[in-house]
Structure formats: structure tokens, C-alpha cells
């Protein structure tokens, strides 16, 4: 394929590298140990759900188990007269919609209008033991109106049987068109020796850290 054109040239090395010597580099080519290793594999690495500050609150999340429904009543009555329950709330309390880019500005973080996935958060417990706020949140009483999921590429190019899961984006269920071409491609095909096509797909991925996103919260010296 052709190449792209080169960036602007970069300063030269130093003379010693130009040689093929490291020089007295302290990290390039020089084997160095991962610094949370040794913490990690014997099991003395700190998380913070190994953190228990004094009056520690335990936080738990009601999801929706249908992936396209309509939430109808949310009824959290019985979950606020369990002992040990601090609070509850729903998305009636965060009513801010966010978004990573501007066209997606639909997202809360607690739904109270509609799931989009199976998972999707609609109730948050705080209690004073986590056992108490799991069991707050098996006692909300969530009414859905189920509604036809996108389960494929394919379904979401066709127009939707219920209505569409968001309201931005392309025709039907499509979220948006991307296109990306680098050098001449058909160039790149005519003088290859070989041409494979296909149809390639892969789930959206993010960081695998050994535990997931949290933070502790806590007052010292009347600032959180």
C-alpha cells in the first residue's frame, strides 16, 4: 500500500546511540521490575475494599435485568424502612443527563425512564453493613414495560419493531457511520500478492485492572 507521508524529522540521536550503544540510559534497554509486583502476587496489595474507615457507609446498585424496557413505577418504600438503611435514591434524584461526546448527551447515572442494556443502574443503597443494602435493594420494586432488544448488527440496521434505543445517531438503531481509508487502498489491493476479505467484529474493551473503579470517600479535618 502506499505509504503515508513521513512526519517531520525527529532530532538525532546522540552519538552513542547512533553506534548501536544504550549509552548510560537508566530505563531504555535496561530490564526493570514492575514496582507492584512483589505487593501483588503475595497478596499484600492494598484495594479499596480493603479500606473500612471508621462510620464506613456500604453502597449497592439496583440494574435492570431486561436489555430494552421502559421503566413504569419505581417503589422504594419497603427498601427505606429496613433497619440500617441511610438512604436510597433513584434517577428521579440525578436528573442530569451526561455523555462522552456531545451527540450522546442521554446517559444518568441512575435510569428512571429507560434501560438500555442488562445492567443498567436504576437505585442506589447506602447502608451500614453491605448484607443490609443487598437486601434494600432485592426489596425495590421495579415495574417495566419490556420492549424489543438490538441483539445483533444486522437488527439494529433494520427499523425497530418498539422504538429506537437512543435518540441520536443514524436511521433505525444505528449509533453512528465511520470510515477510516489510510494511503491508497485500491492501490494497495491491486499490487498485493494476496487479498483477503472478510467481515471482522469485536466488543467494545477497556482497562482490566485487578479490581474495578471505586474510591473512598472521607472527612478529615471537616473536608471531604
Do not use: W
Request: glycine share 6%; aromatic share 6%.
Amino acid at each position: 500500500m502506499t505509504e503515508n507521508p513521513l512526519p517531520p524529522a525527529m532530532p538525532s540521536a546522540s552519538p552513542a546511540r547512533r553506534g548501536g550503544e544504550s549509552a548510560d540510559l537508566k530505563v531504555v534497554g535496561k530490564p526493570l521490575p514492575k514496582v507492584d509486583a512483589s505487593t501483588k502476587v503475595t497478596g499484600r496489595a492494598v484495594y479499596a475494599d480493603d479500606m473500612l474507615p471508621a462510620r464506613t457507609l456500604h453502597c449497592k446498585i439496583l440494574r435492570s435485568p431486561h436489555p430494552h424496557a421502559r421503566i413504569l413505577s419505581i417503589d422504594t418504600s419497603a427498601a427505606r424502612r429496613i433497619p440500617g438503611v441511610i438512604a436510597v435514591i433513584t434517577g428521579a434524584d440525578l436528573p442530569i443527563k451526561f455523555g462522552i461526546l456531545p451527540v450522546t448527551q442521554d446517559e444518568r447515572a441512575l435510569e428512571h425512564e429507560k434501560v438500555r442494556y442488562v445492567g443498567d443502574p436504576i437505585a442506589a443503597v447506602a447502608a451500614t453493613e453491605e448484607e443490609i443494602a443487598a437486601a434494600a435493594c432485592d426489596a425495590i420494586n421495579v415495574e417495566y414495560e419490556v420492549l424489543e432488544p438490538v441483539m445483533s448488527i444486522d437488527a439494529a440496521l433494520q427499523p425497530p419493531k418498539d422504538e429506537r434505543v437512543q435518540d441520536y445517531g443514524g436511521p433505525n438503531n444505528v449509533h453512528k457511520f465511520v470510515a477510516l481509508e489510510f494511503g491508497d487502498v485500491d492501490d494497495g489491493f491491486s499490487r498485493a500478492e494476496h487479498v483477503r476479505e472478510d467481515v471482522f467484529f469485536f466488543q467494545g474493551n477497556t482497562h482490566l485492572p485487578m479490581e474495578q473503579h471505586s474510591a473512598i470517600a472521607t472527612f478529615v479535618d471537616g473536608k471531604v
